[in-house]
């Protein structure tokens, strides 16, 4: 690395050292260390981005390295490797990560009761190991590969193409620019939200699904629900705005309001609804093990959410601070107003509620991180407080599923709020020179159309190809375990391992 180039990037860090926090200073030194050994070029001379490749219509979509030989023409315009974007984003891919384990990990356990403590926490480790195998293999390709309406193509199968040459101009979400960082770096990142996804809806089946049972569910979901899913909001298919291919112009989806939270509720729905409720569930309390445990989880989750959210800008850009900024404002609103209704209808707020409306908050304003105001977070987040409060504490118990911890009426619900709320409040101080399509109804936008309609086919997709899943794998191995294996608990039954020892 040399001297100019040492002093160019060091100059570019100070300045960016407020980005990363009240220690910016000293994280940037520590940022400088990391580009050193990882973010610089691994070849000696400057390294330039990949040919574009054809995109969709007017649609900023993502479409991955190309083969080497494939029959394309050179970019007019590429962008520039920039290793503080591609820090950023590996750094964000770390945050997502602990979303999943410790973070869901430690807030699911503290839920179930203490016998099943060790199965919930083993459902996210082994998600964590499973899930990256089948993202690297096939779950990234058939997302992110090509420009069809409806799936990816072989374009990065067996991690072909998935090196650490810079992406360039063939990777962008709508309304952003070319991205900087190598496609590996993309490939991680993403990698992170497959892994999650699929985990939040282990707390539907929580305590009574066959460990069996949940890996090939998993395994089949992730690639027949997640990646088409995914294809069609970010990899140019039928529900991204600006798409050929786009139904009702498409729609904004910024960290996952359809990709993530509405696929996994509405299929944590039907896992509940198919599985049945658990022994004793109605007639005994069935209260968390250890509530210290949840919190601590809700931190670390509203922590890594920062990575989800901001990381989703793909650079370390003004727009990754905004949507920093509403994530934290959304998360604070959401836990202020379920532990207000709680302290209004049961005279006492909880520590359970308000880590509840923290996690709402934060699921509401996934889809619309970057597209609003800080003002419009926290209307969002308090809204998804109340709204997801009344999901779990009125018309679940109304209607008598069991969706053990919650995830549709705080996952499920959420999203699709913080989906629909995208094409009310999306707006030009926060996106920039955009035009009216692209805008929320308190601009006159037509958005909200294209959001609903994606809100609609989520839904539709998600359950009926859940359903259809379920109905397979209870045919192959059974979805619940034993009756005598339930009431001893999932830990000794499916692992032989207890939570807790105590001589």
């Not at 003002?375 to 679940?396: E, H, P, Q, R």
């Not at 794998?473 to 830990?491: F, H, M, N």
Request: proline share 4%; aromatic share 10%; glycine share 14%.
């Amino acid at each position: 690395m040399g001297a100019m180039q040492a002093t160019k990037l060091r100059s570019r860090l100070e300045k960016r050292g407020s980005f990363f926090g009240g220690g910016g200073a000293i994280l940037a030194g520590s940022v400088m260390a990391l580009v050193l050994t990882i973010a610089l070029p691994v070849r000696g001379e400057e390294v330039t981005s990949l040919p574009d490749t054809p995109r969709v219509g007017g649609a900023e979509s993502v479409v991955l390295g190309q083969p080497e030989d494939a029959n394309v023409a050179p970019a007019e315009e590429t962008s520039e490797y920039d290793p503080v974007d591609n820090v950023w984003l590996l750094l964000c891919s770390a945050l997502v990560l602990m979303m999943t384990a410790p973070g869901l990990a430690m807030f699911y356990s503290g839920l179930v009761r203490r016998k099943n403590v060790l199965s919930v926490m083993m459902q996210c480790m082994f998600l964590m190991a499973m899930m990256t195998v089948v993202w690297a293999l096939w779950g990234y390709s058939l997302s992110f590969g090509g420009s069809g309406a409806w799936i990816g193509d072989a374009s990065y199968l067996f991690m072909k193409n998935t090196g650490p040459q810079p992406a360039g101009d063939s990777i962008a979400y709508p309304l952003f620019p070319g991205l900087t960082v190598p496609v590996l770096t993309h490939m991680l990142f993403q990698g992170m939200f497959f892994i999650i996804t699929p985990a939040l809806i282990c707390g539907a089946f929580a305590e009574r699904m066959k460990f069996s049972a949940m890996v090939l569910f998993c395994l089949f979901w992730g690639t027949v629900v997640y990646a088409p899913l995914c294809h069609w909001v970010w990899g140019g298919g039928i529900l991204q705005y600006g798409s050929d291919y786009a139904i009702a112009g498409g729609a904004l989806d910024f960290a996952g309001g359809t990709v993530v939270h509405i696929s996994s509720g509405v299929s944590a729905l039907i896992c509940a609804l198919l599985i049945g409720k658990r022994l004793g569930y109605g007639v005994e309390p069935m209260p968390p093990h250890n509530m210290t445990y949840t919190a601590l989880g809700t931190a670390l989750l509203w922590m890594g959410w920062f990575g989800f959210n901001a990381g989703s800008s793909l650079a370390a850009t003004e727009t990754a601070s905004l949507a920093f900024g509403t994530t934290h404002f959304a998360a604070a609103a959401g836990g202020l107003a379920w532990a207000a209704v709680e302290w209004i209808r049961d005279k006492k707020p909880t520590l359970l509620g308000t880590c509840s409306g923290v996690v709402a908050g934060l699921v509401c304003i996934t889809p619309a991180a970057g597209f609003v105001m800080p003002i419009s977070a926290i209307i969002m987040g308090a809204l998804a407080g109340v709204v997801c409060y009344f999901s779990v504490a009125v018309i679940k118990p109304k209607f008598g599923y069991d969706d053990a911890l919650d995830a549709f009426g705080v996952h499920g619900v959420g999203g699709t709020l913080g989906a629909i709320l995208t094409g009310v409040f999306a707006t030009k101080l926060a996106m920039g020179d955009v035009d009216g399509p692209a805008l929320g109804m308190i601009e006159g936008g037509s958005l909200i159309v294209g959001q609903i309609v994606a809100v609609v086919i989520s839904i539709a997709f998600a359950a009926i190809v859940s359903f259809a899943g379920l109905k397979i794998i209870d045919a192959l191995v059974g979805l619940r375990v034993g009756k005598e294996d339930e009431i001893v608990g999932l830990d000794i039954s499916q692992h032989g391992e207890e939570g807790y020892i105590f001589n």
